[in-house]
């Protein structure tokens, strides 16, 4: 949006590209499936028990801010689900944009994370794979050991969107974490939000 508003695209116009970036977006996670089961009124206490037992991990898809139970694994060999996890949320028939896959983790060493990133590789070739440590929100509902995957469809133009998450830091691999703030140069007076029309920059941006 501060690209588009940049180049003087209009407000409306910003809205309606906004719209359809978010629907190339693709968002999955890989769950500890008795926290999820422990947080969802859907699951009586019996269900709970089962996912316990039988360490089941499900994997959740995210769209329109909607969870839906897309697959599962089973079984405590987390190399292997994170495998079958890399499959589910990167399918064969996907046509993503290459040039960046974002993946957040809760509580997973470094080890388990290069693995991640070379499946990942055997999939797509994406040009920046970047890894971040997962929000105390997301850890604390998801559990140890949950993995989120973040990437785009292919559309009309590239949105190039490593640029502006790694201004002119290189970083593809596992454990390479930083704030993009940091590079971030902010402006004198106004924030360019403050300027569009019908947007109070004070309290909500579009």
Not at 43 to 50: G, L, Q, Y
Not at 75 to 86: C, P, Q, T
Not at 167 to 187: Q, T
Request: aromatic content about 10%; glycine content about 8%; overall charge positive.
């Amino acid at each position: 949006a501060h690209r588009m508003s940049v180049q003087g695209i209009t407000p409306d116009k910003i809205i309606e590209e906004l719209g359809a970036v978010k629907a190339r977006m693709h968002l999955s996670f890989i769950t500890n499936g008795t926290y999820f089961a422990g947080k969802k009124d859907m699951f009586k206490r019996t269900v709970h028990n089962i996912v316990k037992v039988l360490s089941v991990r499900p994997f959740v898809k995210v769209y329109n801010g909607k969870y839906s139970l897309g697959s599962f694994t089973m079984g405590d060999n987390m190399a292997r689900n994170y495998e079958k996890y890399v499959d589910y949320a990167i399918p064969r028939l996907a046509k993503p944009e290459s040039d960046l896959l974002l993946v957040l983790y809760a509580d997973m060493d470094e080890e388990g994370l290069k693995k991640v990133k070379e499946h990942i590789r055997k999939r797509f070739d994406f040009d920046n794979i970047i890894f971040e440590k997962a929000s105390a929100t997301f850890a604390l509902s998801s559990g140890p050991g949950s993995m989120a995957i973040v990437y785009f469809d292919k559309g009309v133009q590239d949105l190039k969107l490593s640029r502006m998450l790694m201004s002119h830091k290189e970083s593809s691999g596992p454990g390479e974490n930083y704030d993009p703030l940091e590079y971030a140069s902010v402006p004198e007076g106004p924030k360019w939000y403050e300027k569009i029309p019908g947007v109070d920059g004070k309290t909500a941006l579009i």
